[in-house]
């Protein structure tokens, strides 16, 4: 292709393409060099990734446990999204060769004496690790090393991690992992898992000549006493530790590593193994088939309202002839000339729909993409990075439907109006994560941002976001204002007495049940990913409940949107917008029932933390919801009063 284009002189056209050629076969040349690199290289590392517990919020790097780590080689770059959600990946001392098995390999021995108030203090930290089962996570080749158990009905599950140790209790009764191993039998002793057996499975590559690739990587975590350190043998009795050790206790790791050809299992389906023992599929479809019947239900209602009852309303007022007639009528035609009259408090309901916009198309992009494959759990860190850079991009959008409203709303205090709207949200946010940094910071979690992190954090949002916020504001407010279909009278039309069931707050504790109940069952599997560090990878069922929920949203808003103004209370903009955003209660409501009956979060740092990023995740769902709610209650009163003859 290089080639094909001829030139007008000779010596044009063999010193232009020569070049053209020499480039081609130097990219070529480095293709090959480095696919062979790849394949051929003999020599296996694994790296170490940060340790978490269901039992706590606070996740900590490997070093602070005091493994054995290696100090010579220098750590992978992390992306943005990686930093984020606290991992901290390092070089391990753990080296293999390919196909050369190892049993009983030393590693590093560590010593402490209870004496010296800094080794007290790591074996008290490594006690606390074993008590709250805190969870190694290995990486070799990009994939996660797995612990694979039997669990009931004969089914086997692969956790990602490993725990370091676990407890026996005082009246003898095993806590976590101890229950698998019946030698863990001593009272009131910490056993610590010092070896590790390590299973590499391959796949050797058809038709080429160059070598295998891995396809698994499966542990087995053991505990042995090792006492002759030198050369350790990894038999005989478990390693413990008593919980009121005084002296001198030391701690031998070790390892043994063993290859197994797997033909059955092939590069690109590595990951299925990991997947497959989630059995989750069958809840999921049960929880899009119950989404969907709830959208069909209200998609009828909204059908009958809008083929028969608004149809015959319209044909009706249309056949009127007198004035008369027309004083004799009553519903949502009588306040036609009060129903697009502004909000109070306009300017903040402009701001919050602007910030609901961003996120949004922020939220539908990411599911997208992720749908496409692009941020599978095999791009670490990818989902976040995407959603930060997505919503730094989408400032414009922000901008120019906050002003656009806000004008339309009769306001002129722009500068107002787009410094709230570049602001106020990610100002929350950031003020409150800000503050649950500091509490890891605090606690030395890996959690914690640092502080460049945190700056180039705020230079995106400064020098990105907001000027782009400022030019969708400059457009939105540059145009003319929404024409509306009917006249605002002067004087505001007086409400008369309404119901318990048509009182605003009613309607908007009614309105976000629906929309709640399409999401809770894959909010169960967001929540587990998230606190309970599960794997979630059906981005896919995802993509469809978000889909459901935009609907739900929009039809039940519409639906009692529709029963208000036959009420004949003409006051809609913040009603739709919180009777969607009201399945953001339903959302904080479900996250506490989770914190009780699921979690056994302890300490009053991870409960701050907890229920601090559950407030954000609470925040972004509101203006979400109700963004939706909003813009299908404005879509159907300006279509019904746009078919209306008015006078």
């Not at 790849?38 to 170490?48: M, T």
């Not at 119901?499 to 587990?528: A, D, E, H, R, W």
């Not at 469809?544 to 208000?564: D, G, K, M, P, Q």
Request: charged letters at 15%; glycine letters at 6%.
């Amino acid at each position: 292709a290089l080639l094909a284009t001829p030139t007008s002189s000779t010596t044009e056209w063999s010193t232009v393409h020569y070049n053209h050629l020499s480039l081609t076969l130097f990219i070529c040349h480095s293709c090959i060099y480095s696919f062979c690199f790849v394949f051929v290289q003999s020599s296996i590392e694994l790296f170490v990734n940060r340790l978490d517990s269901v039992e706590s919020v606070l996740p900590y790097e490997y070093t602070a446990f005091d493994f054995c780590s290696e100090t010579e080689e220098k750590r992978p770059s992390e992306n943005l999204g990686q930093v984020l959600f606290g991992e901290r990946i390092e070089p391990s001392p753990y080296k293999f060769k390919f196909k050369k098995s190892v049993t009983c390999q030393k590693v590093c021995t560590r010593s402490y004496d209870t004496n010296k108030p800094s080794d007290r203090a790591k074996l008290d930290f490594l006690k606390k690790g074993m008590l709250l089962n805190y969870q190694h996570h290995w990486i070799v080749d990009n994939m996660p090393v797995t612990w694979c158990y039997d669990v009931e009905e004969g089914q086997k599950f692969c956790n990602p991690g490993f725990p370091i140790g676990c407890f026996v209790t005082e009246v003898g009764r095993p806590k976590d992992a101890c229950v698998v191993n019946s030698n863990f039998n001593e009272k009131d002793a910490f056993y610590i898992f010092n070896h590790v057996d390590i299973t590499i499975h391959y796949h050797i590559v058809e038709h080429e000549q160059l070598g295998a690739r891995l396809v698994a990587a499966k542990i087995e975590p053991k505990s042995y006493e090792n006492p002759n350190e030198d050369s350790p043998d990894c038999l005989g009795k478990p390693k413990f530790l008593k919980d009121k050790h005084t002296g001198v206790f030391k701690i031998s790791y070790t390892y043994s590593i063993n290859f197994v050809e797997d033909k059955n299992i092939r590069w690109a389906s590595r990951w299925d193994y990991i997947l497959e023992s989630m059995p989750h599929t069958n809840i999921q479809w049960f929880s899009i088939m119950n989404s969907l019947v709830i959208v069909l239900f209200l998609s009828g209602m909204v059908a009958m309202i809008m083929l028969r009852t608004l149809h015959k309303d319209i044909a009706r007022y249309n056949q009127m002839d007198s004035v008369e007639d027309a004083q004799e009528e009553f519903g949502w035609k009588l306040v036609h000339g009060d129903v697009f009259r502004p909000p109070k408090k306009g300017m903040l309901l402009s701001v919050f729909l602007g910030s609901g916009t961003q996120i949004f198309i922020m939220t539908f992009v990411t599911l997208f993409f992720a749908c496409l494959g692009f941020l599978s759990p095999a791009n670490r860190g990818a989902l976040m990075t995407c959603s930060v850079v997505l919503w730094v991009l989408l400032g414009t959008p922000a901008g120019y439907v906050a002003a656009r409203l806000y004008k339309s709303f009769g306001g002129e205090k722009w500068k107002t109006n787009v410094l709230l709207t570049a602001f106020l949200c990610p100002g929350v946010v950031f003020a409150d994560f800000f503050v649950m940094n500091l509490i890891l910071w605090g606690e030395g979690s890996s959690a914690a941002m640092p502080f460049g992190t945190l700056v180039a954090i705020l230079a995106l949002w400064f020098c990105i976001s907001v000027p782009l916020t400022f030019i969708g504001a400059y457009f939105g407010f540059k145009k003319t204002g929404i024409e509306h279909p009917v006249r605002t009278n002067q004087i505001p039309r007086q409400i008369p007495e309404q119901s318990f069931y048509t009182k605003p707050l009613p309607g908007i504790i009614m309105g976000g049940v629906l929309p709640f109940g399409c999401i809770f069952i894959q909010l169960f599997f967001i929540l587990n990913s998230i606190w309970s560090h599960q794997m979630y990878y059906m981005f896919g069922f995802l993509f469809l409940v978000f889909i459901i929920l935009v609907i739900t949203c929009s039809e039940a808003t519409i639906l009692l949107c529709y029963f208000h103004l036959c009420a004949e209370d003409y006051h809609w903009q913040w009603r739709s917008f919180l009777t969607s955003g009201f399945t953001a209660i339903y959302f904080l409501i479900y996250a506490i029932h989770y914190f009780f009956s699921k979690l056994q979060i302890t300490g009053l740092a991870s409960i701050i933390l907890y229920f601090g990023y559950t407030m954000i995740m609470a925040l972004i769902f509101f203006l979400f919801t109700g963004t939706m709610g909003f813009f299908a209650c404005f879509w159907f009163v300006t279509k019904i009063y746009s078919v209306v003859k008015v006078d």
